[in-house]
């Protein structure tokens, strides 16, 4: 298994309130991409990541800031958490970015009530 | 955006039997492409991939079609067992692009 792991993997808040999310990775790889998975939208890209202090937006980035500081972490911050936003947080990575092998971590679930 | 989709939502299958999942893709541009198996709760499981210089892929059980053609990939799953009872979806990947799209997926029940 690709070594990835998420933080928190469940997590409840409430409106307005800030969330972060962290991914780490122990493979090294160049791309960090965070996805969100919501029911009869199959995986959506919030933004990815393609080296250290390197980011970019997704198709569902509103909402969502990220930062890469080191090789290993990329986290995911809602500034202030909204219903819609509830979901599952997938985080993946890839050494050779939409062309090379993408491998998942195994989620976090975050309710927004 | 691109469209990644699956000709059939549910799939039930006798044990023993061979499945099939498809799926559509629509950018001609696309090169490489994945599949992935999902379990309840879990993150989704890299299975097999396959680039567009290739027709057929096969790993353990599993073999990858490609039609450039008709745009078309399919997944094969021979001798199915309980344990491949999950969702199953597919991803395409373009040089040309920074990401990956995805499909909805199929649910693939294997009947013990």
């Known amino acids: 298994d690709a070594g990835i792991t998420q933080s928190p993997r469940h997590k409840v808040t409430e409106t307005g309130t800030p969330v972060t999310l962290r991914c780490h990775q122990t493979?090294?790889?160049?791309?960090m991409y965070w996805y969100r998975q919501d029911p009869g939208h199959g995986l959506r890209l919030i933004h990815y990541?393609?080296?250290?202090?390197?980011?970019d937006k997704g198709e569902v980035s509103d909402g969502y800031s990220v930062s890469r500081s080191k090789t290993e972490d990329f986290l995911l911050t809602l500034e202030s958490a909204t219903s819609s936003q509830t979901s599952v947080y997938f985080c993946?990575?890839?050494?050779?970015?939409?062309?090379?092998?993408?491998?998942f971590g195994e989620g976090s679930r975050l309710t927004v009530l | 955006g691109e469209s990644v989709g699956l000709h059939l939502p549910t799939l039930s299958v006798q044990e023993g039997d061979n499945s099939i999942i498809n799926c559509a893709y629509s950018?001609?541009?696309?090169?490489?492409f994945i599949w992935y198996k999902q379990e309840s709760g879990k993150g989704p499981q890299f299975i097999i991939d396959?680039?567009?210089?290739?027709d057929k892929r096969q790993g353990q059980r599993v073999t990858v079609l490609l039609n450039k053609t008709v745009k078309h990939l399919s997944l094969q799953i021979a001798a199915t067992q309980p344990g491949d009872s999950a969702v199953y979806f597919c991803?395409?990947?373009?040089?040309?692009?920074?990401?990956?799209?995805f499909g909805t997926g199929t649910s693939l029940t294997v009947i013990p």
């Open positions: 990541s393609y080296g250290v202090k390197d980011t």
């Open positions: 396959i680039r567009s210089n290739m």
């Open positions: 991803a395409e990947g373009a040089n040309t692009g920074n990401q990956f799209y």
């Open positions: 493979e090294n790889h160049r791309y």
């Open positions: 993946a990575i890839s050494e050779g970015g939409p062309t090379g092998e993408l491998f």
């Open positions: 950018n001609s541009a696309s090169d490489y």
